[in-house]
């Protein structure tokens, strides 16, 4: 049985919302399963000195274009929701506590996160979303709304972020294959093309 | 007869070079011709606040892994040359006054040029580099020589670069459709895709 395939993504993420659209369907294609893995971005970007794509200039007007004109040819609703940038904080806390219990669970939150986000432009910061969202998914209100401030939980978030970094994750969506890594939802076929010869 | 597609490129991208491998047979499927526009990316990092991908740590390693693995995809040499980044001015200057006297000699010359950089890795960069080049495809090198310190050769890419920005270019290779601007060489499929459907 081989690894699951990496799908590291940041919640505040358009790309990674295309990306999340076909992953697992590109995997099953291959027998294959993906451990999806949200990661805080920002924490990346303190490292790299990157800034995100809206903040610069001429790059802006491009990503809102590519990011529509993406989507439609995947088929999916896509709006840039307001505030954009964000930070995505609960979210990926609520997707850890949830994965540890129930991944499906966990997987079933992200995708309506990233609709909630990228496909009606609603502002999923707040933990009261994440916690309405959850609970449509007869996830406990009360339980969640907890451990979003437990330490613990924040503890899990902050290790794996640090993963990631020690992993060279620096974009989002990044997906690694048997460790080889491919960053942005463009190299699709890329991914695609390593499964299906091993490598090349 | 439709415009053809544009084709931004720097000469010390190394992206531009995987794209100029299969740009015109990508337009000629589509009965349709490209312009070839060498540019200065320098001069948009400027107006963009961008710094070369080589300069922002994790991304530069993954960028060294993904060229060396899209250029084994698309079955052509590849290495990163030294210096790099470097900067390619006599290069784009030789090719806008080559393209005024003759198009294809001018496109040989870009084709040779990346060749040696990212198919040879040597550094294209000086004058002289270009000058035997282009003397290698029977254009005089005292000519040559001449036009790349005259003014007007030089305001000619001035002007390229103008205009490259005012159309938004921001990065290399940027392919434009009928207007419908494309980035990188990740973005090939989709230019297939609008080529073959008039857009979507």
Known sequence: MPEP???YFDFSSPYGYLAAQGIDALAARFGRTVAWRPFLLGAVFKLTGQRPLVEVPLKRDY???????????????FVLPTPFPFAAIAAPRAFYWLAD????????LARRLYAAAFGEGRDIAPAAVVVEEAARLGVDRDALSDALQDPEVKDRLRREVETAVARQVFGSPMIIVDGEPFWGHDRFDQVATWLERGGY
Chains 1, 2 share one sequence.
């Open 5 to 7: 395939i990496e799908f």
């Open 63 to 77: 990503m809102r274009r590519d990011l529509a004109r993406s989507a439609r040819l995947i088929g999916v609703p």
């Open 101 to 108: 219990r129930d991944e499906g669970t966990a997987r079933a």
